[in-house]
């Protein structure tokens, strides 16, 4: 569930657009319709893909995640005033050295 505050209310915000077994695991946004959030999407035995999504329309759109790599997943996102996020995460599919992701969207 996503919720919103707005005054001295919170309400529930919809969250068409986001896949059933997704995980969201944070959200960051300059201001409201250019809202991202970030985690991972289930895939079965175990696995997860990196997985992003940004606000719009009344509904969620996915954002390509250049480390949709198996058990992966993202943890942290912030977005600066232009249409660029950055979010970090871990891969667990990497070799231990390898493992700390750190992306810039485009």
Known sequence: MIYKRAGNRWTKV???GIRGKATITDLAGPFATKVTAVGWVATG???REAAAWRWGGKGWHATDV???VSRSRLNAVSVDGGSAF???GTDNGRPP???ALILRSR
């Open 86 to 88: 950055f979010t970090v």
């Open 14 to 16: 919809s969250t068409v």
């Open 45 to 47: 035995g175990g696995h």
């Open 66 to 68: 250049p480390a949709g």
């Open 97 to 99: 050295s390898k493992r």
